[in-house]
């Protein structure tokens, strides 16, 4: 079986933001980075799917200059066999339909059984890339998964609805899975892992070999929402601000009436 | 300029999101007209075309059906937008749409401002405004986001569709949300963790405190995914929507997906240690600690009041 993960680098959501030069995205400088978060649900899906099919190949894609390898090693050091760069220093200025397509283009006619993707991305946020790569490819899909189990060609996922409604599915490989929060519990790699995938296959591809489409939409403009009028900051010693919130609460609430 | 709203029914219910489209049709200035796969006890109170394909023919989780039912009405329309909710439902079919249009795609919008749609980004910390450069435009909107001012009315002009086919996706069912345990609908006081607590044992931090305050705890998603916490006190869009008199959110960012769940609590203070966090948009009181000296300190306070 061959399995595909495609995982994106993304800053830590806690960071400071600042606007970049530009104007149209944030500044990528001092911030932290890390796996987006619903992807590191479809590296350990797909290290799980490996371990129960035993005969399978899980590549781990990801499209981004130098700094994502580092997170391509994690997906390695969970469990992945080879891991594919796509080459791109201006990959946060692609959106949704160019990510997919270069991502369709790799993986064509490489016979993927399933593809794994995240929802969304934490940063960018459009939850389409994984669904595009399979109408791309004329795959199926579904999208928004909290379960999956598989068996003999058949994949039976849950997705999750408003209000903590499921709906259950059955669907034949070849698939594309994109993950929900939940999914799993993604394991932590461990030392002799991560020791293991420095010498795992690490391809690198430049992305002007497989992207062939132009941008359908464009960022004019990033900026910071309005506060809205927002409410009172309490800052400095904590013996204090006990204080002051329980006067607050006292003043403006019937908690403690 | 034309816009085709993708309302939303299930188990023979018409999804609020459906009005919120109505009012995105307004924001946008747009003469509409409007699909729904239903049946013909879920009409929505609209005054225009309604496109409406019976549910028991086509199935209520059908994409590749739904798919082509979609573009058949876009074929006979030709909208310039193609509006979903950013639902469930919303971004799993807008992207099939979308791609078979051969049109951009803007998800999530919250705003639009003089024409232009205005998209959240990293936890709405930030937001961009975009621009399409394809003729014709698909959108999801966000929960919440367009409300309308006065009561839907009207008496749609039904025209009834039919597709053909089967799709590859079978749907053997819903699952439903186990019930029992708390009620945290009840509550009139509400103390939740958020990922902020670090791990379980920190937990009791909060629950003690809510103890204290007579009310009880809630959780925010990525603490009950972990177990630390059981589902029926999480708190959002797939937990329980609440408004309690008060709701104290501790070591929660304020996602969106969150703050559906609360944001109409009478009084919200918020525990970060970021100052920056969203949840500092609907708080009443943000207060800037780590939670885990502050929360202790605070109970201790209220239990010698
Ligand atoms: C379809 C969908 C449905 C969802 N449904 C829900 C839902 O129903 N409910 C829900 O909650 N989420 C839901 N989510 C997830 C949501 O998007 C967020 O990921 C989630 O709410 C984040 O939880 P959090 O705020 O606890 O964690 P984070 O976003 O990680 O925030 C942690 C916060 O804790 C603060 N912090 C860290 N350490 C401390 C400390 N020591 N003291 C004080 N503060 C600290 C940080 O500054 C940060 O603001 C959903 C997501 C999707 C895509």
Same mark, same amino acid.
């Given at each position: 079986?061959?399995?595909?993960?495609?995982? !994106?680098?993304?800053? =830590?959501?806690?960071?400071?933001?600042?606007?970049?030069?530009?104007?149209?995205?944030?500044?990528?400088? =001092?911030?932290?980075?890390?796996?987006?978060?619903? =992807?590191?649900?479809?590296?350990?899906?797909?290290?799980?799917?490996?371990?129960?099919? !035993? =005969?399978?190949?899980?590549?781990?894609?990801?499209?981004?200059?130098?700094?994502?390898?580092? @997170?391509?090693?994690?997906?390695?050091?969970?469990?992945?066999?080879?891991? /594919?760069?796509?080459?791109?220093?201006?990959?946060?200025?692609?959106?949704?339909?160019?990510?997919?397509?270069?991502?369709?283009?790799? /993986?064509?006619?490489?016979?993927?059984?399933?593809?794994?993707?995240?929802?969304?991305?934490?940063?960018?946020?459009?939850?389409?890339?994984?669904?595009?790569?399979?109408?791309?490819?004329?795959?199926?899909?579904?999208? +928004?998964?909290?379960?999956?189990?598989?068996?003999?060609?058949?994949?039976?996922?849950?997705?999750?609805?408003?209000?903590?409604?499921?709906?259950?599915?059955?669907?034949? @490989?070849?698939?594309?899975?994109?993950?929900?929060?939940?999914?799993?519990?993604?394991?932590?790699? +461990?030392?002799?892992?991560?020791?293991?995938? !420095?010498?795992?296959?690490?391809?690198?591809?430049?992305?002007?070999?497989?992207? !062939?489409?132009?941008?359908?939409?464009?960022?004019?403009?990033?900026?910071?929402?309005?506060?809205?009028?927002?409410?009172?900051?309490?800052?400095?010693?904590?013996?204090?601000? +006990?204080?002051?919130?329980?006067?607050?609460?006292?003043?403006?609430? @019937?908690?403690?009436? | 300029?034309? #816009?085709?709203?993708?309302?939303?029914?299930?188990?023979?219910?018409?999804?609020?999101?459906?009005?919120?489209?109505?009012?995105?049709?307004?924001?946008?200035?747009?003469?509409?007209?409007?699909?729904?796969?239903?049946?013909?006890?879920?009409?929505?109170?609209?005054?225009?075309?309604?496109?409406?394909?019976?549910?028991?023919? &086509?199935?209520?989780?059908?994409?590749?059906?739904?798919?082509? *039912?979609?573009?058949?009405?876009?074929?006979?329309?030709?909208?310039?937008?193609?509006?979903?909710?950013?639902?469930?439902?919303?971004?799993?079919?807008?992207?099939?749409?979308?791609?078979?249009?051969?049109?951009?795609?803007?998800?999530?919008?919250?705003?639009?401002?003089?024409?232009?749609?205005?998209?959240?980004? &990293?936890?709405?910390?930030?937001?961009?405004?975009?621009?399409?450069?394809?003729?014709?435009?698909?959108?999801?909107?966000?929960?919440?986001?367009?409300?309308?001012?006065?009561?839907?009315?009207?008496?749609?002009?039904?025209?009834?569709?039919?597709?053909?086919?089967?799709?590859?996706?079978?749907?053997?069912?819903?699952?439903?949300?186990?019930?029992?345990? %708390?009620?945290?609908?009840?509550?009139?006081? #509400? %103390?939740?963790?958020?990922?902020?607590?670090?791990?379980?044992?920190?937990?009791?931090?909060?629950?003690?405190?809510?103890?204290?305050?007579?009310?009880?705890?809630?959780?925010?998603?990525?603490?009950?995914?972990?177990?630390? %916490?059981?589902?029926?006190?999480?708190?959002?869009?797939?937990?329980?929507?609440?408004?309690?008199?008060?709701?104290?959110?501790?070591? #929660?960012?304020?996602?969106?997906?969150? *703050?559906?769940?609360?944001?109409?609590?009478?009084?919200?203070?918020?525990?970060?240690?970021?100052?920056?966090?969203?949840?500092?948009?609907?708080?009443?009181?943000?207060?800037?600690?780590?939670?885990?000296?502050?929360?202790?300190?605070?109970?201790?306070?209220?239990?010698?009041?």
């Amino acid at each position: 079986m061959k399995i595909l993960v495609c995982i !994106k680098q993304v800053p =830590d959501m806690e960071s400071k933001f600042k606007v970049d030069a530009g104007g149209t995205w944030y500044e990528k400088t =001092d911030l932290a980075w890390r796996m987006n978060e619903y =992807d590191e649900y479809g590296v350990e899906q797909a290290v799980q799917l490996k371990e129960q099919v !035993k =005969d399978a190949d899980v590549t781990v894609l990801c499209i981004g200059g130098d700094q994502v390898k580092e @997170t391509m090693k994690k997906a390695l050091a969970m469990g992945c066999d080879r891991g /594919a760069q796509i080459v791109d220093d201006e990959s946060y200025a692609k959106e949704p339909a160019q990510i997919a397509a270069i991502i369709a283009e790799y /993986a064509k006619g490489k016979d993927f059984d399933v593809i794994f993707t995240g929802m969304q991305s934490q940063d960018r946020g459009s939850a389409q890339v994984g669904i595009l790569v399979a109408e791309i490819l004329g795959m199926s899909s579904v999208s +928004t998964v909290v379960e999956f189990s598989y068996s003999d060609g058949t994949v039976e996922a849950k997705r999750e609805l408003e209000g903590g409604v499921k709906a259950c599915l059955k669907v034949q @490989t070849p698939l594309v899975v994109t993950c929900q929060l939940g999914l799993n519990t993604p394991r932590y790699p +461990t030392l002799p892992n991560i020791m293991k995938a !420095k010498r795992k296959e690490l391809l690198s591809t430049p992305v002007g070999d497989l992207l !062939k489409v132009e941008a359908r939409q464009e960022t004019m403009r990033m900026y910071f929402p309005e506060k809205k009028g927002g409410g009172l900051i309490l800052e400095g010693e904590v013996v204090d601000m +006990t204080d002051q919130l329980i006067k607050i609460l006292k003043d403006k609430t @019937t908690v403690f009436a | 300029m034309k #816009i085709l709203l993708i309302a939303e029914s299930r188990e023979g219910t018409l999804l609020g999101g459906s009005y919120e489209l109505i009012a995105f049709a307004e924001a946008m200035g747009g003469e509409s007209s409007m699909f729904l796969v239903g049946g013909d006890d879920v009409l929505p109170a609209y005054q225009g075309k309604l496109y409406l394909a019976d549910v028991a023919g &086509c199935g209520e989780y059908n994409p590749d059906v739904h798919k082509q *039912l979609i573009l058949d009405v876009v074929a006979k329309e030709n909208p310039d937008v193609v509006a979903f909710c950013h639902s469930s439902y919303g971004w799993d079919l807008a992207p099939r749409v979308a791609f078979a249009m051969g049109a951009a795609q803007i998800s999530e919008v919250v705003d639009i401002v003089d024409g232009v749609p205005v998209v959240p980004v &990293c936890n709405a910390k930030l937001r961009r405004d975009v621009k399409a450069n394809t003729a014709q435009t698909v959108i999801t909107i966000q929960a919440g986001a367009f409300g309308l001012e006065d009561e839907p009315a009207g008496t749609p002009d039904v025209e009834k569709i039919a597709a053909e086919g089967e799709g590859k996706i079978e749907f053997t069912g819903y699952e439903q949300a186990e019930a029992g345990g %708390v009620d945290l609908g009840k509550a009139q006081i #509400i %103390v939740s963790a958020g990922r902020g607590v670090g791990k379980p044992e920190n937990v009791s931090m909060i629950a003690d405190l809510a103890k204290a305050l007579g009310g009880e705890y809630g959780a925010s998603r990525p603490v009950v995914d972990s177990e630390w %916490v059981e589902h029926n006190r999480q708190v959002g869009t797939t937990g329980q929507t609440v408004a309690p008199k008060l709701y104290v959110a501790c070591g #929660i960012s304020g996602a969106i997906q969150h *703050l559906a769940g609360m944001k109409k609590s009478e009084f919200i203070v918020a525990v970060n240690t970021d100052k920056d966090a969203p949840i500092g948009e609907v708080a009443d009181v943000l207060v800037v600690a780590d939670l885990k000296q502050f929360v202790p300190a605070l109970t201790e306070k209220i239990q010698s009041l």
